[in-house]
């Protein structure tokens, strides 16, 4: 797709509208954030169903046990051995020096996390909250080195997929799993409660090829400090504390970052994004040409095959 100028209009309607003419405020929700209506043969209990539609996250503890934690970590380890030289541009090293910050499209690249993210303890809940059948938007390992690991400013996600990559709608989740302790002091991922219920219009015009920057610092679909002020002060800050082996579920659009890391400990994390198939792709919001596959994937989509755990053998698909 050829690139278009960042005043171009898109062909289908905009119901998020940012960057570009508009000023920075906080538009409502138009969309649902539990998509399944309450069963009793849903994954979650009806308490976490209320506190993921209320707070736009959920912090499920203990799901992989310490067998698993231990491959899951040597792969880790071993993805970075492998992929620090990577010139495909699928590994992110931090601003201003060569510590690996993030390597993309580990359900792609690793049998050991392509397991992961089909796992059915994660893609059992996924599905019964978007309804639907669901695809791999974005994977990565989130590396966050003791000493020099950098912030994650606050953002949602979903100003940027769908400004620069064409998502319809908020019908799409996140899940981080945690490969190391995520305490206090390393920079855990901060998320602000309730903030998924409006959406944080950002100001400015997407440069071309900003994924080239934003993945190392975010510069645009940054909310201003008056929108994150007001969100802040109606919902407060939770930060994720997590041992290995938790599973943090957040809603596409529940705003989140994470401060630096100056302990000589490290905290990384998986981190898959759940798409609902009825939800693909369509062109950008912002009039430029998409990002690359690795970061948003759009060719050859298909339903998540759902495995059991520690087995990888597939299961019958949910019914809706």
């Known amino acids: 797709m050829n690139a278009q100028s960042p005043s171009a209009e898109p062909a289908h309607s905009d119901r998020y509208p940012s960057r570009g003419a508009l000023k920075a405020q906080l538009l409502p929700r138009v969309d649902p954030v539990v998509y399944s209506t309450r069963s009793e043969d849903a994954p979650l209990l009806p308490e ?7 707070d736009g996250f959920l912090i499920l503890e203990d799901i992989f ?3 698993e934690m231990i491959a899951y970590q040597e792969e880790m380890e071993e993805l970075l051995k492998q992929r620090v030289a990577d010139e495909t541009g699928e590994v992110i090293t931090e601003q201003g020096s060569r510590d690996v910050r993030s390597i993309f499209r580990i359900h792609e690249t690793s049998g050991v996390f392509r397991e992961m993210a089909a796992d059915s303890r994660i893609t059992g809940v996924v599905r019964y909250l978007l309804n639907d059948e669901v695809y791999i938007h974005q994977s990565r390992l989130n590396y966050k080195p003791g000493f020099r690991g950098k912030e994650f400013y606050w953002h949602s996600d979903f100003e940027t997929w769908h400004v620069e990559d064409g998502m319809p709608a908020m019908r799409a989740l996140s899940v981080s799993i945690t490969l ?6 390393n920079g855990p991922l901060m998320l602000i409660p309730e903030s998924h219920k409006n959406f944080a219009v950002c100001e400015g015009v997407t440069p071309e090829n900003h994924f080239q920057i934003s993945l190392k610092k975010q510069q645009y679909g940054v909310p201003d400090d008056q929108c994150l002020s007001e969100l802040v002060e109606r919902g407060g800050i939770v930060a994720a504390r997590c041992e290995p082996g938790s599973v943090i579920i957040f809603d596409c659009n529940t705003m989140h970052g994470s401060n630096s890391n100056i302990t000589p400990h490290p905290r990384s994390n998986a981190f898959f ?13 912002c009039g430029r040409a998409p990002r690359p596959e690795y970061i948003s994937a759009r060719e050859n989509i298909a339903p998540l095959a ?6 990888g053998t597939e299961l019958n698909p949910v019914a809706k």
Do not use: G, K, W
Not at 273 to 285: D, E, G, T, W
């Open 180 to 185: 190391t302790a995520n305490d206090d002091n």
């Open 306 to 311: 759902v495995t059991a755990p520690n087995t």
């Open 273 to 285: 994004v759940y798409n609902a198939m009825s939800n693909r792709l369509q062109s950008p919001f």
């Open 65 to 67: 046990d310490r067998a």
């Open 48 to 54: 976490q169903i209320e506190q993921y539609e209320r």
